[in-house]
C-alpha cells in the first residue's frame, strides 16, 4: 500500500484497488467504492466512508463504540437498505 500511497502522490497516477482489508484501504484511499454482488451501493469519500455507521458495521466489525462478533452483525439490515 506505500509503494500505491507514493506513486499517486508524487507521479499523480491512479490506481483501483480491489482489497477485502477495508480499514487497511480506507487508510490509503481518498475516494471509495462499496460493492455488493457486483452493484455499487454505497461511494464516497474514504474518510466519510469510514464514519458511515453501516460500513463501520459490516465491514469493520465496529457498532456502537466497540468491536462486534460476526454472529452480533445485522446481516439482513444491508440487504434490505442499500439493494432495494
Known amino acids: ?5 507514493d506513486l499517486n502522490a508524487k507521479e499523480g497516477v491512479s490506481f483501483l484497488l480491489a482489497e477485502q ?5 480506507l487508510k490509503y484511499a481518498r475516494y471509495g467504492y462499496v460493492l455488493e454482488s ?6 464516497g469519500d474514504a474518510r466519510a466512508l469510514g464514519e458511515n455507521e453501516d460500513v ?4 469493520l466489525g465496529m457498532a456502537e463504540g466497540r468491536r ?7 446481516h439482513y439490515r444491508r440487504r ?5
Do not use: H, Q
Request: aromatic fraction near 16%.
Open 38 to 43: 457486483g452493484r455499487v451501493v454505497l461511494d
Open 1 to 5: 500500500f506505500k509503494i500505491v500511497g
Open 21 to 25: 482489508n477495508t480499514r487497511m484501504a
Open 68 to 74: 462486534k462478533s460476526f454472529r452480533e452483525g445485522k
Open 80 to 84: 434490505k437498505r442499500w439493494l432495494a
Open 56 to 59: 463501520k458495521e459490516f465491514y
